[in-house]
């Protein structure tokens, strides 16, 4: 059954008509308020002008429309690059004093202990590296191993030298690390000079590896004894413990 709905006429105006009846008229949406332009078409925020470019450089705005004042404003002066310290020295890195410290260990009979009492770490990181880097070539990557080693031996001569000096030991653990790596340098010329003798030749290495690790021994044992006090007592303690930090690090070289 299907329900029927009662639909009203639609009655359209006539448009002849002009009198008075009430006739509804069509409405248009008005227009937008749009703001008047500038006459010029130059973009207002964006000038080509040279003289008002450098105008605009001699006094910079500010991020909120303002100006910044110059340094000279202030009257401190205009700061420089030239008062800045260099970036080295910045970081605690100092190559001459790294120099200085590297070359006294190359004679271990004549080494110069008044270099070594400030220590550092930037010149074991580089001996460190090349290290690794003359291990890599001959075909042993030891990066973590020979980190690892460096940290050991550190914790090792500093725990042996303050149970032998006792109360009187005064050698920390940063110094040590500092002895150890620098004094690591001729095991580095050891692994060098490895490159260019055949693995054949067991007995050479050996003899080789042996002369580099007293090298290193003997140059240890003396910045230990000569930087801290209480240990002339115990040279010969030292000098077994130093015999045995570099004589690991010369098995990873020859083998």
Known sequence: MTKDFAVPPVVFPSGGS???ANVQQRRFPATPFQPPRPSSSAIPFMSFDIGS?????ATPAGPFGGTIASSSSFGGGSASFEDEE???DEL???PDQ?????RSILNPFRINQAVHKDS????PIFLYLALCLFQLLAGKIQFGVILGWIVVSSIFLYVVFNMLAGRNGNLNLH??????????LPVVVLSAVSLFVPQGAGPVRFVLAALFVLWSTRACSTLVVSLADGGEEHRGLIAYASFLIYTLFSLLVIF
């Open 18 to 20: 002009s009198g008075g």
């Open 120 to 123: 550092d770490l930037s010149g």
């Open 53 to 57: 470019a450098a105008a605009s450089s």
């Open 86 to 88: 260099p970036l080295l």
């Open 98 to 102: 790294i120099w200085k410290k590297t």
């Open 175 to 184: 110094t040590c690390t500092s002895l150890v790596g620098y004094c690591l």
């Open 92 to 94: 605690g890195i100092h």
